[in-house]
């Protein structure tokens, strides 16, 4: 073999290599930093412009979505009808993100989050029991706020359901 055809080879050798490392690379873990006043939320298009509030999703195709109201974030989920490999919550005394099912939720109606859903995460109990007193409000599990039907047609924008022995 010429000189020049081993070059050529080995060209398209590395080219294939380069081409299997980018297409077979793990996809980023984790959440994407926010960029205030200019992300907007996946669902309700609003600037992402408080923090303390927010939540993102890692879908099954990689594609981060980030929200600014739990309440949008929880919307997005029962809406997605599949999977969904990472979701995340931020912390709402600004500790960060932490995962939602880690993350230890208050439900307080009186606080005004950006969508007014009036639900903060924080990575530490004893904050959110503190902030659930301070506030009037709830400590409440992921799964709680998934089974609350007023709570999920107000996240869904529809009308809440009538309570029993109201008709």
Excluded: Y
């Excluded at 992300?39 to 099954?60: I, N």
Aim: aromatic share 6%; net charge neutral; with cysteine.
């Amino acid at each position: 073999m010429s000189a020049g055809r081993r070059i050529a080879f080995a060209g398209a050798g590395a080219l294939g290599v380069l081409i299997a490392a980018v297409v077979l690379w793990p996809a980023p873990a984790g959440p994407e930093p926010i960029v205030w006043g200019r992300d907007t939320c996946a669902r309700c298009r609003m600037h992402l412009s408080q923090p303390g509030f927010s939540g993102q999703l890692r879908d099954a195709d990689g594609v981060v979505r980030k929200f600014d109201d739990l309440g949008c974030l929880v919307g997005a989920i029962v809406e997605t009808h599949a999977a969904i490999p990472e979701v995340w919550v931020e912390d709402h005394e600004g500790g960060g993100v932490v995962p939602l099912l880690s993350a230890h939720l208050v439900r307080a109606p009186g606080v005004a989050t950006p969508m007014g859903h009036g639900v903060v995460a924080f990575s530490s109990p004893d904050a959110a029991e503190a902030f659930a007193r301070a506030n009037r409000g709830e400590r409440v599990a992921f799964e709680t706020l998934l089974r609350d039907g007023r709570f999920l047609a107000r996240v869904a924008g529809r009308p809440a359901p009538m309570a029993e022995g109201s008709r």
